[in-house]
């Protein structure tokens, strides 16, 4: 069964990214095809037990399905994000909780076309800087901006509540680097 599926996989690869690439939509401003494509894999050979070689044309259809799902499931990924932008911007200027917090935004009374820009660029500069963490690191990231405490993060991720705490500081650590390194922080 699993060399059946590794084989599908192989062989759908190129068909699966061009497929991937005309029902992306808005995920092309976060991800790649490609890297979508691999995700669709990783999922396949997760829920690898409920794959049955059937012929080809099951199989396909099947992959299809495994590829909506995860479509679905990083579309609502991103949005979640999108949902608080403020905090985003404050956790990779550094700034998490406070007072200060504020500093990392534009100021609300100077509104125009200059300062959505910058909003924008700063908005799209912490997006790309958080699709390069890795998956875990980006859940992390994602249940800080929701403001989930540590237990309820340990929960979602199964994990105890002191590993929980180091892996957030790390990835919260490793969001800020990347957009660092990048070039992309503010530098006022």
């Known amino acids: 069964m699993t060399s059946d599926l590794d084989e599908l996989l192989a062989e759908a690869h190129p068909a699966l990214v061009t497929w991937i690439e005309r029902r992306m939509g808005r995920l092309a401003r976060f991800e790649t095809a490609e890297d979508l494509a691999q995700g669709v894999a990783l999922r396949a050979v997760d829920r690898g037990e409920s794959f049955e070689w059937r012929g080809r044309r099951e199989a396909y259809a099947w992959l299809l399905r495994v590829a909506r ?6 579309h ?7 949902r608080n932008p403020g905090a985003l911007l404050r956790i990779t200027s550094g700034v998490e909780t406070g007072a200060s917090a504020r500093a990392a ?12 820009a910058e909003r924008r660029e700063r908005l799209d500069a912490a997006y790309a800087a958080l699709a390069a963490l890795l998956p875990r690191d980006q859940e992390l990231v994602r249940l800080t901006i929701e403001g989930a405490t540590i237990r309820e993060m340990a929960d ?23 957009h660092r390194i990048a070039g992309l922080t503010d530098r006022r």
């Open 69 to 74: 799902g995860y479509l679905v499931d990083r």
């Open 105 to 116: 935004e534009p100021p609300a009374d100077a509104t125009g076309p200059a300062t959505f």
């Open 156 to 178: 979602a991720l199964e994990l105890s509540y002191d590993a929980v705490e180091r892996a957030r500081l790390r990835a919260l650590d490793r969001l800020r680097k990347v």
């Open 76 to 82: 609502a990924y991103w949005l979640a994000l999108r």
